[in-house]
């Protein structure tokens, strides 16, 4: 389906002053060239001028049949015929006939002027390009300038090359840059270099076709299109450095085709294969190598898109009525590119049957675009940025192209989300106010330019002799199609569909296409037209104003959406080239590739337009769009969220626009509540005033009362009047219930209206726990921001401060919910605590709850390091003194979680061992010193603290005193250094070196019973005979070492100094148990 709207593309136009009829017309790099009817001689005008006076004339070598420009080297290639033979050459330098030079170089290809044709300064040069078959069509990539020749039966493409006067003699040179003048404006989109260019071509590659004669062709880049009367063909030539063999790089697949019977045509079926399926098509592509592939390396081709129209004669159609024409391959650049980057970020192709257009995109994957239907037979279309231009015998009508939604897609690939938006590429097209000519013949388009072609020619006395002829031929091919049914038994007059077929106009098996018709001698009229496009800033606010109609009378219409659309698409593609414009400014490049004729505008009105302005109108556009969005269906009503973004505009901005009138019975649509739910859920830095945070409480009041909780969580909704919401929540809850998020929100609000006994009364509603979970299903109830990961965001609630002083346990318990529910993360946590003062207090119990709950290993380990710090920090600077109020004091309020609670609850802390209670001081410490000493040896006493990652901050703690000592003690046996240990042990508390031993000396190191510790205890009570202590050590030791030894080992144990009747007690009882075993 095509929309038609009435308005109007077209700004002015002017009549080209030319002496003879014109012919041919072709336009590009600024200026405009007329061939005259059956001449030799190329006219020149000046496009960017008014009136467009006459750059040069130039004479041809032969009759022109088809000439095209292109702007990468500002040449002209032409196919000429002469004395009955045809020619291909292409005409360099040609502006240097503006300035009466009639100097003209006359080469073939490879083949450079040398002597005094160079010395003499430059001049035009006129290139023979021999084939070795009739060139039938011809195409200028826009993007290389490089050329592409359509023979019979083969596609031949020469690579441009470009040399200067003091590189003449050495190799030839890819083009890098784009071709100058310096005797015409830089507006024209042509430089000169200060040494003259010489252009020449290169052989690079051949095609050979089966099947498929070409008619047009279409070069961009890597892509090759060629069409023929019924079917298109798109293949990419990639160059590769791996060697590969012709039949690995072409393709010579071969098909079987029957020879056609004499007396009829078989017709092929339609076909339409994309991508990889286009090699599926009866068309065989073959690469001839030329020599070249050493220096580029080889050609690999793949198939792209193949397109095939059958006439469909039952409903009488002919051949004519589906012969395919305007044949293009478009490429669109995008901003993102880099200035040396020649490679287009899209490329589409264009065709057109005389009834229907067909836009493809083939970068990114095969799509067909757009499908246009025309209201009458189109003679010629060319496809640009902006619009689609079509030409009918008596009209020039433009459509609207996708190529925008494309290219948005490709420059931005994460455009279609929450926060961009663009309308899709598959949107329908729509035609715009139609421009009455009479007899158009041709056109051509140059940037913001149109030129039409027309001439008015009078009914020839031809055309009573062509109807005689064709009615004749319809009658031979009824009879002799009759004849083949009677063959075969068939009787059409018996069958009314076969009746009905035969009398309908067949062709003969050669079809005969009918040529353009010639321009009468005599003339009876003709006209050459430069038609002016309007700005795409102007077409746009012709759109909005023509889509104030809609607005008036269906707000809601499809078709005010689709207008819009469209007007945003116009902006974009203005978008897309200012940007390319200021790359190329601020690279100090030579033009754009995205420029042209019969392609892309080589000076677009946009880059023209104030960018600022366009970037307002963008903005605008997207606030009309969200407006349509805002009041649509369910379906589209998510996209007023990315366009009310794009827009700029605030969220009272918004409110205002979508607020419903005095008496309407519309309430706020769904677009607009789904966008102001996400600007209120998302966390955003805009605070809203009072008056507006209360009219949102309203809205949802009425619209969707049960995303009130949330709608109040929300930090933009700080300054809402806390009475005010208190009754709208007091009224949810007397309809809804009662419910946890409910009643923790109307605490928030009796919490700022300083009701602390109501607030204590909600609060206690509900168990803690129950509470928690509440937390959870809304977090923002106790902290605010925390996207992106900056700390400096997160700020705690007035309810999370007053849970700090009131209920800090439900504080610790909601924050490791939140934590453990993937609602906040650690540092977040952290920076909470922070906020509230609470770094040594609330912090570490949230420290040593999430010990308890959490099992990431990598957490674990984190926490277990900062509260061993923490204790080690406490133990450091806390007085040791029981009753002291020092400077020093940091911790002014008992842990939630003393050590005993952590060790029952916490499988990180372990339970002290048995000789700690021998080191530990009994209550001649403060109980914040004590209660810190206690958790740091249940840290060590446990199986999850990694020893080596405490010791330097352990080397802060002196071992002079008893529990310093504890805990270097715990490190040593930690990290398995028994011997020494025990002698520490012996040195400085002899009366816990038993429990000491019969914790740590088992299993493996039982042994150390006899082979250290008895030989210890044997030299110091034979220093220190009085020692009671060691004695009864040594005692004990001798028990153990009975029990675990043989007699003979006992013996081998005893020192020679020792007395026997100590030690023969002991002999005895290890005697005694080595019998008994």
């Known amino acids: 389906m095509v929309h038609v709207y009435n308005c109007h593309p077209f700004s002015s136009q002017q009549i080209v002053q030319v002496e003879q009829e014109p012919g041919l017309i072709c336009c590009g790099g600024g200026a405009l060239f007329v061939v005259a009817t059956g001449g030799c001689k190329v006219e020149a005008y000046d496009l960017e001028k008014e009136g467009c006076p006459l750059i040069c004339r130039f004479a ?11 702007r990468m080297g500002d040449y002209l290639v032409t196919i000429e015929e002469k004395n009955c033979a045809t020619y291909l050459r292409a005409y360099t330098n040609w502006r240097y006939q503006a300035e009466g030079k009639a100097r003209v170089g006359v080469r073939l290809l490879g083949h450079l002027l040398r002597g005094a044709s160079v010395r003499g300064g430059v001049q035009m040069e006129i290139i023979e390009i021999p084939l070795s078959e009739r060139p039938v069509a011809v195409a200028c990539c826009p993007v290389t300038g490089d050329l592409l020749v359509g023979c019979e039966n083969t596609l031949v493409l020469f690579t441009l ?43 690079s590659v051949i095609l050979h076709l089966s099947q498929m004669n070409p008619k047009q062709v279409a070069l961009c880049g890597e ?77 690999t081709l793949s198939y792209v898109l193949f397109r095939r129209f059958t006439p469909d004669f039952f409903q009488g159609c002919s051949v004519e009525e589906t012969q395919l024409h305007s044949l293009q391959l478009y490429p669109l650049f995008t901003g993102n590119q880099s200035v040396s980057l020649q490679e287009p970020s899209c490329v589409f192709c264009f065709f057109s049957l005389p009834s229907a257009g067909y836009l493809y995109s083939l970068k990114g994957g095969v799509e067909l675009l757009s499908a246009y239907q025309y209201p009458e037979k189109v003679l010629k279309a060319v496809l640009t940025d902006y619009l689609l231009h079509v030409i009918t015998k008596s009209a020039l009508q433009c459509f609207t192209v996708r190529c925008a939604a494309v290219a948005a897609r490709i420059e931005d690939p994460y455009i279609d989300s929450t926060m961009k938006a663009c309308p899709p590429c598959s949107m329908e097209v729509c035609a715009l106010r139609i421009q009455l000519f009479i007899g158009l013949r041709s056109m051509c388009v140059y940037g913001h330019h149109v030129i039409l072609l027309s001439a008015a020619d009078a009914e020839t006395t031809e055309e009573p002799e062509r109807t005689t002829q064709r009615r004749g031929l319809e009658l031979k091919e009824h009879t002799m199609l009759t004849g083949i049914f009677l063959a075969v038994g068939i009787d059409p007059a018996t069958t009314p569909a076969l009746e009905s077929l035969l009398s309908r106009p067949f062709v003969s098996r050669k079809w005969t296409i009918s040529s353009p018709k010639p321009a009468s001698t005599a003339g009876h009229g003709w006209n050459l037209y430069v038609v002016d496009t309007v700005s795409p800033l102007t077409l746009y606010q012709e759109m909005v104003e023509y889509s104030q109609r809609y607005a008036e009378t269906n707000p809601q219409a499809q078709s005010l959406r689709h207008l819009l659309s469209e007007a945003h698409l116009l902006l974009r593609t203005s978008l897309l080239q200012t940007s390319e414009q200021q790359r190329i400014t601020e690279g100090d490049s030579s033009l754009s590739p995205q420029a042209g004729t019969g392609g892309p505008a080589e000076e677009p009105a946009a880059v023209r337009t104030d960018c600022r302005e366009l970037e307002e ?4 556009n997207c606030a009309q769009l969200g407006d349509c969005f805002s009041r649509g269906s369910q379906r589209e009503c998510h996209l007023a969220l990315p366009y009310y973004r794009m827009s700029g505009l605030s969220v009272t ?10 008496g309407s019975p519309h309430a706020y649509g769904p677009g607009f509540l789904f966008y102001l739910k996400h600007y209120l859920f998302e966390e955003t830095e805009q605070i809203l005033s009072q008056e507006a945070a209360d009219e949102v409480i309203d809205i949802f009041s009425q619209s969707e009362p049960s995303q009130l909780v949330s709608v109040c969580a929300s930090p933009s909704l700080i300054n809402i009047s806390p009475a005010k919401t208190l009754q709208i929540l007091q009224h949810l809850e007397d309809t809804a219930g009662v419910s946890v998020p409910l009643t923790t929100t109307m605490a928030t609000m009796m919490l700022r209206l300083d009701d602390l006994p109501e607030y204590t009364r909600l609060m206690e509603r509900h168990a803690e726990m129950v509470l928690v979970y509440g937390f959870i299903e809304e977090p923002r109830m106790l902290l605010h921001g925390g996207d992106g990961g900056q700390h400096a965001h997160i700020r705690p609630t007035a309810l999370t401060r007053q849970l700090a002083k009131s209920q800090p346990g439900l504080l610790v318990a909601a924050v ?115 209660e810190a000493l206690y958790k740091l040896q249940s840290l060590l006493c446990g199986p999850s603290l990694s020893v080596a990652s405490v010791m330097p901050l352990m080397e802060r703690l002196s071992d002079q005193t008893l529990w310093g000592f504890s ?43 006899w082979q250290k510790l008895l030989p210890e205890l044997c030299n110091r009570t034979r220093v220190a005979a009085d ?32 007395a026997v009747s100590y030690f023969l007690p002991h002999l005895l009882t290890c005697s005694q148990r080595h019998l008994l075993a």
């Open 60 to 70: 041809t070598m032969g009759t022109v049949k088809s000439i095209q420009h292109s």
């Open 161 to 203: 090359r470009r040399q200067n006067q003091q590189s003449q003699n050495q190799s030839q040179q890819m083009v890098q840059s784009t071709w100058t003048n310096s005797q015409q404006r830089s507006s024209q989109g042509q430089i000169m270099d200060s040494n003259p260019n010489f252009l020449d071509f290169e052989r």
């Open 223 to 299: 892509y090759v299109a060629v069409q023929g009367e019924l079917e298109v063909l798109v293949v990419k030539l990639e160059t590769s450095s791996e060697p590969k063999t012709l039949e690995e790089s072409s393709d010579t697949k071969k098909t079987d085709h029957l020879e056609d019977p004499v007396d009829f045509q078989v017709l092929p079926i339609h076909q339409e294969l994309l991508g990889d399926r286009a090699k599926e098509c009866d068309i065989a592509v073959s690469v001839e190598k030329t020599g070249l592939e050493d220096s580029k390396g080889q050609y």
């Open 617 to 620: 109108a963008f903005k605008q």
């Open 653 to 662: 901005e918004l409110m205002a626009r979508n607020r419903p009138l005095p």
């Open 816 to 930: 490791v919910a939140l934590h453990e529910n993937n609602k906040v993360q650690l540092e977040h946590a952290d920076h909470i605590f922070k906020e509230l003062d609470c770094e040594n207090c609330l912090q570490v119990d949230f420290w040593e709850a999430m010990l308890m709950a959490s099992s990431q290993e990598t957490i674990i380990q984190e926490l277990l390091f900062r509260v061993a710090s923490v204790y080690i920090d406490r133990l450091t600077n806390t007085p040791l003194e029981t009753h002291t109020n020092g400077p020093h004091t940091p911790v002014k309020r008992r842990p939630l979680k003393s050590a005993d609670d952590l060790i029952n609850s916490c499988s990180h802390y372990g339970a002290l061992y048995p000789w700690l209670i021998v080191l530990n001081p009994a209550h001649t410490t403060s109980s914040q010193h004590q």
């Open 967 to 1009: 805990l270097h003690l715990l490190c040593a046996t930690r990290r398995g250094q028994y011997d020494s240990s025990i002698e520490k042990m012996l040195d400085r508390c002899p009366q816990a070196i038993i429990a000491y031993a019969n914790h740590h000396l088992q299993d493996n190191h039982m042994v150390l019973w």
């Open 1027 to 1058: 020692n009671g202590i060691l004695l009864a050590a040594l005692k004990e030791t001798l028990v153990v070492v009975a029990m675990e030894t043989s007699p003979t080992e006992f013996l081998e144990l005893i020192p020679d100094d020792g």
